[in-house]
């Protein structure tokens, strides 16, 4: 007869990470803890909290091309029109991020307030916050009257006479044209961004409330598949035979109604590994449990949880030592449930 070996496998699904693409406040979560959902559900809603970078990076760009641009004399008049609605652009992007950072620091006051006079905050602390939010007031206030200014101005010139542009200037147009359409890129930036569920399966719960600060990459939730798509067992040695990928296998579920499925080895690990999940089995005076990774296929008409433990029968050829009888033949102990 030729010889079997028998021994337990975990089921293995896919798990995905929803995390922050950039620092951001979580506005509202949109799942429950334990919903199942389709790949593309919303999960959740974040409000990015710093984007001057992105500011500061077009308005390099732009003074770099004008300098290399060097316009003839015949288009300074035009170009000046132009400088100026560059600063129209420039002033009201550094308006929507000092609006961003004035609302941020009414939120602080807001927090600030109830803890200072419960002394849990000392008043260094609630006066810098209140100091703050004054200033950030005050900024708001006069980018508002730049901006009214500098729109003033170019009605003005408007309705004298829209400067007409030499056709030697197409760059500076074109640059104006590109600075707008990256202005109204990032500027929409500074709404909400709703995340959505990478793959399809049962949500966790959430690492992070509403309200809470999250980092850039740091998770926030995680989504586990409904299904197992493989399974990954452990052969202890001594081994009586020699997996290979491609032979068959018998599993057996351990659910009430025990069910049995044939299968096939996708892949076998190159080296014996410690074993650290529900799998891992410590017997007296050994320091740790190691056994040689066998990856199982799970065919679709199958159902196997994530984090099942099944049992996996090899059936093949003689390819190793044949196994002891009698008492002495040692078992694998993950394979009785009470083993676990």
Known sequence: MAPQATFAGLGEGRRSIVTAPQPAVLKELLVEPYTIVEEGTPIAVITPMDVRADFDLLRSYFDLARVQAQPSLAEENALDFERLRVELLRTQAELAVAEVKLQQAERDVARN?????????????????????????????????????????????????????????????????????????????????????????????????????????????????????????????????????????????????????????????????????????LRTDVLYDAGLPIIVHVPDSVHVRPGEVVDITIRSPRRGPSPPEGPSAELDPALSPSGL
């Open 113 to 281: 307030t109830p803890l200072y006079h419960e002394r849990l905050v000392s008043e260094d602390i609630y006066e810098l916050s209140v100091n703050i939010r004054d200033a950030l007031k005050t900024e708001v206030a006069e980018k508002q009257r730049a901006v009214e200014a500098i729109q003033r101005r170019l009605d003005e010139l408007r309705d004298i006479g829209e400067p007409q542009l030499a056709g030697s200037n197409d760059l500076a147009r074109e640059l104006l044209q590109r600075l707008e359409e990256a202005q109204a890129t990032v500027a929409s930036n500074l709404g909400p961004i709703t995340l959505t569920a990478p793959i399809s399966g049962m949500v966790t719960t959430p690492l992070r409330q509403p309200g809470e600060y999250l980092v850039e990459g740091e998770p926030l939730l995680y989504i586990n598949s409904l299904r197992a798509e493989r399974i990954v067992g452990y052969l202890r040695q001594p081994y009586y035979v020699d997996p290979e990928p491609g032979m068959s296998v018998r599993v057996t579920t351990r659910t009430h109604e025990r069910s049995e499925f044939d299968s096939y080895i996708l892949q076998v690990g190159a080296q014996v590994e410690a074993i650290t999940n529900a799998l891992a089995f």
